[in-house]
């Protein structure tokens, strides 16, 4: 008889064989008693997922399986919707292919899902301790997240199958956010977002250059899509509007930059995002000194992100930036 399992983790995976690797390797070292497995749904070649996936102890033991898609066919909200839809558990616990799990995590998860059923229960995501040093770089991206958080994404989440089966799952429509989606659906149901702070993840410090961090923020235009179908989103937006207060500071510097040709005064309005700008390094002379280096290069930065959601907003009728 096939062992009854009490958590089916999924991660989505993509391009990023060697932190799966690592992930995995972690919840190797999980200390859930009770029986558990993991489902990856990845697009990788056949060589790869035998060298990361089918060779890996969990593979071995019987706690380890794989979904294999076509390349250029996924996304986060396809891939896990066929993860979770493939596990074998009545809780599934969603955790991304970038994070490292402390050996705790799916213990602390079960632990408050089980002394809350039927919620769903957000863990802690903190920048991994491990890559502490790649913070000095000055276009970074991870996550520190402590629950609940407004979000309740997936990089450290578990929802009650049976819950995931009357929402239909992740919309597939959403390019980004679909994590918060899914939650705000999960919130009209009447069910709650329950935090298992001792349920600890670490994400990933990944730094990019100029480029690479706004291609990698083209998708914020995406967002609009997720304020378009959940407008209750707005409500964790600055002014209603701005994603946070960055943006809003940004967007206010952005229209002096543009408007200083023609009215020089107009450059007057960077000066908040400056000033805010230059704290990002700390207090002392030498944070503000790299502060104020970084400053045209996180001016662009968040011009990038800006712009995108604008992108967005006139596709889906609906302003967010």
Same mark, same amino acid.
């Given at each position: ?38 489902? +990856? ?6 060589? !790869? ?14 706690? $380890?399986?794989?979904? %294999?898609?076509?390349?250029? !066919? ?15 558990? =009545? ?16 213990? @602390? ?6 002394? &809350? ?6 863990? %802690? ?16 991206? !991870? ?9 309740? &994404? ?14 239909? @799952? ?40 100029? =480029?690479?961090?706004?291609? &990698? ?15 209750? +989103? ?15 500071? @940004? ?15 107009? %450059?007057?309005?960077? $000066? ?10 700390? =207090? ?6 790299? %502060?104020?280096?970084?400053? =045209? ?6 011009? @990038? ?17």
């Amino acid at each position: 008889m096939p062992e009854a399992f009490t958590v089916s983790v999924v991660v989505a995976s993509h391009a990023r064989a060697l932190r799966l690797l690592w992930l995995l390797n972690a919840l190797e070292e999980q200390t859930l008693a009770e029986p558990w497995e993991a489902i +990856v749904v990845h697009d990788y070649d056949a060589g !790869t997922a035998a060298r990361v996936i089918e060779s890996h102890p969990l593979a071995r033991a019987g706690r $380890l399986r794989h979904l %294999a898609i076509e390349p250029g !066919t996924g996304s986060p909200a396809r891939q896990r919707n066929l993860g979770w839809r493939a596990a074998r558990a =009545p809780l599934v616990a969603f955790v991304d292919d970038d994070c490292r799990a402390d050996l705790r995590w799916l213990e @602390g998860l079960a632990a408050v899902a089980r002394e &809350q059923p039927g919620q769903v229960v957000q863990g %802690a995501t903190r920048p991994e301790p491990l890559e502490a040093a790649v913070m000095r770089a000055p276009h970074v991206r !991870t996550l520190h997240i402590e629950p609940v958080g407004p979000f309740a &994404q997936t990089c450290n989440i578990l929802y009650p199958r049976d819950l995931l089966e009357r929402l239909d @799952g992740f919309d597939e429509r959403a390019i980004t956010g679909e994590d918060v989606g899914l939650s705000m659906r999960a919130k009209a149901t009447g069910a709650r977002v329950v935090a298992a702070p001792d349920a600890v993840v670490y994400h990933a410090i990944e730094s990019h250059t100029l =480029p690479g961090i706004l291609r &990698q923020n083209v998708k914020w235009r995406h967002l609009a899509y997720l304020v378009k179908r959940h407008p209750e +989103v707005r409500g964790s937006l600055t002014l209603g509007v701005f994603w946070d207060e960055d943006h809003l500071w @940004g967007a206010v510097a952005l229209a002096g930059v543009v408007a200083a040709p023609r009215a020089p005064a107009a %450059a007057l309005l960077a $000066l908040p995002y400056a000033r805010r700008a230059m704290r990002r390094r700390g =207090p002392g002379p030498r944070g503000r000194l790299v %502060a104020a280096a970084e400053l =045209p290069g996180q001016f662009v930065r968040q011009s @990038g992100e800006i712009l995108g959601l604008a992108t967005g907003s006139l596709r889906h009728r609906t302003l967010v930036l």
